[in-house]
C-alpha cells in the first residue's frame, strides 16, 4: 500500500492550494481517505475525510465551507481543494487509508502518506 501526498506550497493568506493524495496497491473503491494535518508543537488533527465506497464526507469545523475533499476513483486519487487559507492553516498535510467507513480517529487510519508541507503567510 502506498499513498503519494503532493500539491502542498507556500501561499498568501486568502489564496488556494490543491492537494492530491494518489493510492495504490489496494481495492481503491473499498477504503476511506482522511486528510490530517500537523503543525509545530500541535497534535495530528483531522482535516476532512472520503469515504470512497459512497462518496460521504466530513469536514473539520475549522476548515467547512473553505475545504472541499473529492475523489477520482478512476485514478485512484483524492483531492482537498484548499481556498480562503489563513495562517493557522500551516501544518504538514497527511493523507491516510483505512478500510471502510472514514473517521476522524487517527489511530484508526493504517496507511500513511508522506505529508506535504501548506504555509500560509499573512
Known amino acids: 500500500v502506498q499513498l503519494q501526498a503532493c500539491g502542498g506550497g507556500l501561499v498568501q493568506a486568502g489564496g488556494s492550494l490543491r492537494l492530491s493524495c494518489q493510492a495504490s496497491?489496494?481495492?481503491?473503491?473499498?477504503?476511506?481517505i482522511g486528510w490530517f494535518r500537523q503543525a509545530p508543537g500541535k497534535e495530528r488533527e483531522g482535516v476532512s475525510y472520503?469515504?470512497?465506497?459512497?462518496?460521504?464526507?466530513d469536514y473539520a469545523d475549522s476548515v467547512k465551507g473553505r475545504f472541499t475533499i473529492s475523489s477520482d476513483n478512476a485514478k485512484n486519487t483524492v483531492y482537498l481543494q484548499m481556498s480562503s487559507l489563513k495562517p493557522e492553516d500551516t501544518a504538514v498535510y497527511y493523507c491516510?487509508?483505512?478500510?471502510?467507513?472514514?473517521?476522524?480517529?487517527?489511530?484508526?487510519?493504517?496507511?500513511w502518506g508522506q505529508g506535504t508541507q501548506v504555509t500560509v503567510s499573512s
Open positions: 472520503i469515504s470512497l465506497s459512497d462518496g460521504d464526507t
Open positions: 491516510a487509508a483505512r478500510y471502510a467507513r472514514a473517521v476522524f480517529t487517527t489511530t484508526a487510519y493504517n496507511y
Open positions: 496497491g489496494f481495492a481503491f473503491d473499498d477504503y476511506a
